[in-house]
């Protein structure tokens, strides 16, 4: 373990740690171009430089490993003036072109000349042409060869992370451009990563470009609901200038950073994943008789639909059934076991979710495509295909009354149990969730629910890590989040429930299910916490 | 003066095994291998101070002695024919009039690391020295002097030959290695050195083509011998390529010691046409110049460096008063710009940068703050790089500037050709 001083701090740090790791630790910040934590170590961009006694020569801190004794500057003259000088070279032949590029606000270069530059220019030479302007090098990723520091970290995450090999430096010296090898096309499922990883605007996110400014952009921690891994993101959305991006709120996902979970990374499916929040959304209660659908406020709705479920749950409970999703969170499961099992005795509260096979892999996706199942079964809620068709085959022959559905497209899940005529033919079906489907155009009431971007909760990934998700917009429109609608629905049916938010409601939960015991957002913290 | 490697570049069909065997080829190899312990010729090439002559001068038996034996890999030996400093030639009289002497050089080498494997990775544009190459190759396999049971002594070497694609990065050793191992040549970041982690992941030594030709030299007639024809700590001889504005131009093996006049004056006839003496490269395209009133320089490694340049490759280049240092250090630019690798930002972008400032100038549309700019990009222009190519170049940049300066100064006042 050496000691080492950094800036006349000490610190003592694991055998093998590298300079810039040490700095980091003691909240001494390096500026860096090609180091990334999740590459390998190039050290061409020369930005890290720093001075260590009795080295004869500056040395890259991202390569240089700590030894006993050793006393590193940061700060120093010298230091400075290399990093001003390396800034200067690298914009030697970059073209300046911020106005007019998506990169602008995020931009490693921009950030550091505003920090470590601010020399004049002396540039009076053309610039060299480079040859890819805006070119599209695969459905996610833009290249602007001329905007590329050549930091090949591009090259690193598809050589070392996906292992696909798609990138490649071509030519030589300031002829150099980073591009995709001939007949090759960037498509693997990690492609959006590679706009992350580039410190400057020369790989653009496609999905993302020019539908807003980042600097507008309100950004909040949350946990993809793509997979049962549950990749820690950020959601970036806009609203405080409805008029860029078609009016669309949520911009982009990023993926935040968790060494347990997903590290630096997330798959394009969760990336591009989140159009449904805004698109397709069930907007309003309703209620539909005769193949005609009526809006209708809250108060109606739930007024109208517990005129005959309150009946039911008096007189034939056994023939109802409530199906819940894996897409639900803990909070919201542990609400509607409580309303339906515990408050009203109803026995058929089942869990919908089938997975679709294969499509896993050994970096991040799962082919569970749910990111609660494992809380589900923590609550006691494991899905049983039989069990689903036995409830559903009972509705068919006359012995069900009462349907009720969260967010699952029972329709084309269950294709041969004819679920949109069952939905028609009972005597009451309920469609609670957050996006039109086959389900939610044939059920008699339907309760728009807001998607995870617009609630609080926790959700379990299929390692039994629970994670927050956070509320990032309103609703858009009528919706509510599902333990809203629950504790609606209880509140009307005359249950006290004294719970005023998600916290407390997990609160309650961690005190009833074993595996939550003595858990506490608190503890869950940002990163989440195995159990 | 005796001259070792150089004898053979007059005797003819020197390249053919047979001459090679007629002149006692191989018969060193053979006594070492049957009689020497590895480590003992390890110990004489230590102890005769051989430096490393592609240009970094390093001591050739402590190069050896750093790599590790016992790490279950095996060890490959590299030799660097990728002879590309310009104005040197020196390793392309050796592969074309004499390649069993570096074969020879290669089995001593190898039987003393304890290596069974031997590249030999040579320059493409070296036609002839590469078909030479081959067919010595090829000989001393069919003779045995190669490949299984050398000479019935139960050492075993395989050496493969593989030709370079043309680009100067390539003969920095770990671009090198880069290269053969079918990559782009960009040189690795250090450490580890290529000694503990080389070629294939694998302990390796990578020695030039005249290091490895001096060696039978050394075995055959003791360290001592080959040590006291040199300096202090500079041992025996090496070949310089003369070229440039002399009378006699060619290369010429003397020991380190000689002095960069008695080169230019004594044995390259002195200067074409009588004109005075402007400059002199000593030691390849990267080393500083020298003007006129510096060449009583010793050229052995360690007086070059205090004399604020080096021995780098042995290649000197001779400038007559005619010459223009505006020109000369354009080319020499626009050679550092065209062969820089592009990994590192100060080497890609300040090479190409200061390139086209030179033409700028050449052209006639100099400004007077040209000259301070160009001393400060070129300042930082080396020292900060993975590989040395920047260094080379900065040294090579800045001793023009400030060693003309008033020549720089005048052309881009008038904006023409400063000496017309």
Redesign the interface.
Same mark, same amino acid.
């Given at each position: 373990m050496p000691t080492l001083k950094i800036d006349e701090k000490e610190i003592t740090v694991e055998k093998g740690t590298t300079i810039i790791r040490a700095a980091e630790k003691l909240g001494i910040s390096i500026p860096y171009y090609c180091w990334h934590p999740g590459l390998s170590?190039?050290? *061409?961009?020369?930005?890290c430089?720093v001075e260590v006694e009795k080295m004869p020569?500056?040395q890259i801190s991202c390569?240089i490993q700590c030894q006993d004794g050793m006393v590193v500057h940061t700060q120093t003259e010298t230091v400075k003036?290399?990093r001003q000088?390396?800034l200067e070279?690298?914009l030697? *032949?970059h073209p300046l072109d911020c106005p007019v590029c998506d990169q602008a606000g995020e931009c490693w270069l921009q950030d550091y000349y505003m920090k470590h530059g601010l020399y004049e220019s002396?540039? $009076?030479? *053309?610039k060299?042409k480079k040859s890819a302007k805006a070119v599209p090098i695969g459905p996610t990723i833009m290249l602007d060869s001329e905007r590329c520091?050549?930091c @090949?970290r591009c090259v690193r995450f598809s050589d070392e992370i996906t292992k696909t090999g798609e990138f490649?430096?071509f *030519?030589?010296? $300031?002829? @150099?451009e980073i591009g995709i090898y001939p007949d090759r096309e960037l498509n693997n499922k990690y492609s959006g990563n590679e706009a992350d990883i580039c410190p400057v605007g020369a790989l653009t996110d496609r999905d993302f470009r020019f539908k807003c400014r980042v600097w507008y952009l309100k950004k909040t921690d949350s946990v993809c609901p793509g997979c049962a891994r549950g990749c820690n993101i950020t959601i970036e959305a806009n609203l405080e200038r409805p008029q860029h991006g078609s009016g669309e709120r949520v911009m982009r996902l990023k993926p935040r950073f968790n060494d347990d979970v997903n590290d630096w990374w997330m798959c394009d499916a969760g990336r591009y994943g989140y159009k449904f929040i805004d698109h397709d959304r069930i907007m309003e209660p309703a209620y539909r008789k005769d193949g005609q659908l009526k809006t209708l406020d809250w108060n109606e709705a739930v007024a109208g639909f517990l005129t005959i479920f309150r009946a039911m749950t008096a007189q034939s409970k056994e023939k109802i059934a409530v199906l819940l999703s894996p897409q639900m969170t803990n909070e919201e499961l542990y609400l509607a076991k409580r309303l339906f099992v515990a408050e009203l005795g109803i026995k058929k509260v089942l869990l919908v979710g089938t997975n679709p096979d294969g499509d896993q892999d050994e970096l991040l996706i799962r082919s569970d495509k749910h990111p609660n199942r494992k809380g589900a079964e923590y609550l006691g809620l494991i899905e049983e295909k039989s069990s689903v068709i036995k409830v559903l085959n009972e509705a068919e022959k006359g012995d069900l009354k009462a349907l009720l559905v969260f967010g699952q497209d029972l329709v084309s899940l269950y294709p041969d149990q004819k679920v949109d005529h069952l939905l028609q033919q009972l005597s009451l079906s309920a469609f609670i969730g957050s996006n039109h489907n086959f389900t939610s155009e044939q059920a008699q009431w339907i309760f728009p629910a807001a998607t995870y971007a617009e609630k609080d909760g926790t959700c379990t990934n299929f390692e039994g890590r629970v994670q927050r998700i956070q509320k990032a917009l309103p609703p858009l429109g009528e919706p509510k989040p599902e333990s809203e609608i629950l504790m609606l629905l209880a509140e009307r049916l005359g249950f006290h429930w004294p719970y005023q938010s998600q916290e407390e409601i997990f609160n309650e939960l961690s005190r009833s299910a074993p595996q939550f015991k003595g858990l506490t957002y608190q503890k869950i913290g940002k990163e989440g916490i195995k159990v | 003066m005796e001259k070792l490697i150089s004898r053979f570049f007059e005797i003819q069909k020197a390249n053919t095994l047979s001459v090679y065997l007629e002149e006692d080829g191989y018969e060193v190899a053979k006594r070492a291998l049957r009689e020497m312990k590895p480590e003992d010729i390890e110990s004489e090439v230590k102890r005769s101070n051989l430096r490393g002559l592609g240009g970094a001068g390093f001591n050739c038996g402590m190069k050896w002695s750093f790599v590790p034996r016992n790490t279950g890999k095996p060890i490959y030996l590299v030799v660097n024919a990728d002879e590309g400093e310009p104005g040197t030639f020196k390793d392309k009289y050796i592969l074309e009039k004499v390649p069993h002497l570096l074969l020879e050089g290669m089995i001593l080498a190898a039987f003393a690391v304890g290596i069974h494997k031997a590249y030999i990775y040579i320059r493409g544009e070296y036609e002839l020295p590469f078909l030479r190459l081959q067919e010595a190759v090829e000989a001393a396999y069919a003779k045995g002097f190669l490949g299984k049971n050398i000479f019935g002594s139960g050492f075993d070497l395989e050496v493969v030959i593989h030709r370079g694609a043309g680009a100067y990065i390539c003969g920095e050793e770990t671009g090198l290695l880069e290269s053969l191992e079918g990559k782009k040549g960009f040189p690795r970041l250090k450490p580890p050195f290529p000694a503990i982690v080389g070629l294939f992941g694998c302990p390796t030594v990578i020695n030039n083509v005249e290091t490895l030709s001096y060696i039978p030299f050394i075995i055959k007639r003791g360290s001592e011998w080959f040590a006291k024809l040199g300096t202090e700590r500079n041992g025996g001889m090496r070949l310089f390529s003369v070229s440039g504005q002399v009378k006699k131009p060619g290369v010429y093996e003397l020991p380190l010691g000689i002095s960069l006049r008695e080169i230019i004056y004594t044995h390259a006839g002195g200067i074409r046409g009588d004109l005075k003496l402007k400059a002199v490269v000593p030691g390849g395209l990267s080393a500083a110049i020298l003007k006129a009133d510096e060449i009583d320089v010793k050229m052995d490694f360690d007086s070059l460096k205090a004399a604020g340049t080096m021995g780098g490759s042995g290649g000197v280049v001779v400038m007559d008063e005619a010459m223009s240092m505006v020109e000369a250090l354009r080319v020499t630019m626009q050679f550092f710009a065209h062969e820089s690798c592009g990994q590192c930002s100060p080497c890609r972008e300040g090479t190409g940068w200061i390139d086209r400032i030179l033409n700028r100038i050449i052209n006639g549309k100099g400004r007077p703050q040209d000259l301070d700019n160009l001393l400060d990009i070129g300042a930082y222009l080396g020292g900060t790089t993975i590989c040395a190519l920047a260094d080379g170049a900065q040294m090579a940049f800045l001793s023009y500037l400030r060693k003309f300066r008033s020549e720089f100064e005048e052309f881009i006042r008038k904006g023409s050709y400063a000496h017309a």
């Open positions: 170590i190039a050290g *061409n961009c020369r930005m430089l020569k500056p390569h003036k290399l000088h390396v070279f690298l030697v *032949n002396r540039l $009076d030479e *053309n060299v520091i050549l @090949s490649g430096i *030519n030589r010296g $300031d002829h @150099s | -």
